[in-house]
């Protein structure tokens, strides 16, 4: 048998009231992040991520929508404003396409990346894998990537909206 390098996340956080020490990883991570993510799930956590963020003294420098299909020309686009902003921290939120596009972006830019799916049926949050398409929505690719997320922050339906301030 061939010998295998398994890379998985370095942390994963989970079960009720795991998206609050967001902040706490996050700071240990870098002090500018940069929110990626889908509308819905956006909507959902984004106030309580800020929230946490803030109480860590972790700075938003922004909020991007990932494109709606990982592809080459948004992950591109999402690197550029990692760069333009001098984000050394990704936050990804959502479902798999929005999680594949953060960690693509994570790793063409070189900062580390914290995925917070918001639906159960994905692996995208802790996989070293990106599921590429073409901006038309047509199946591209499967990318590996050479890192996994630094931190998955995994919670239940239900449980984003506690505690927002």
Request: charged share 15%; with cysteine.
């Amino acid at each position: 048998m061939q010998a295998q390098n398994i890379i998985f996340p370095a942390q994963i956080l989970r079960g009720a009231g795991a998206v609050s020490r967001i902040g706490e990883v996050c700071g240990l991570l870098g002090s500018r992040a940069l929110i990626i993510g889908g509308h819905s799930g956006l909507a959902a956590v984004e106030a309580h991520i800020r929230y946490q963020l803030a109480a860590s003294s972790v700075t938003v420098v922004g909020r991007e929508w990932f494109g709606g299909v990982c592809s080459e020309s948004h992950i591109h686009r999402l690197a550029q404003v990692v760069q333009a902003t001098g984000a050394d921290l990704v936050i990804g939120v959502g479902g798999g396409k929005a999680l594949d596009t953060s960690k693509a972006v994570g790793v063409e830019t070189r900062v580390p990346v914290v995925t917070v799916p918001t639906i159960a049926a994905t692996c995208a949050a802790v996989t070293p894998l990106t599921v590429r398409y073409h901006d038309d929505g047509h199946f591209r690719d499967l990318f590996p990537l050479n890192q996994a997320p630094a931190v998955v922050i995994m919670g239940f339906e239900g449980q984003w909206n506690e505690n927002v301030r």
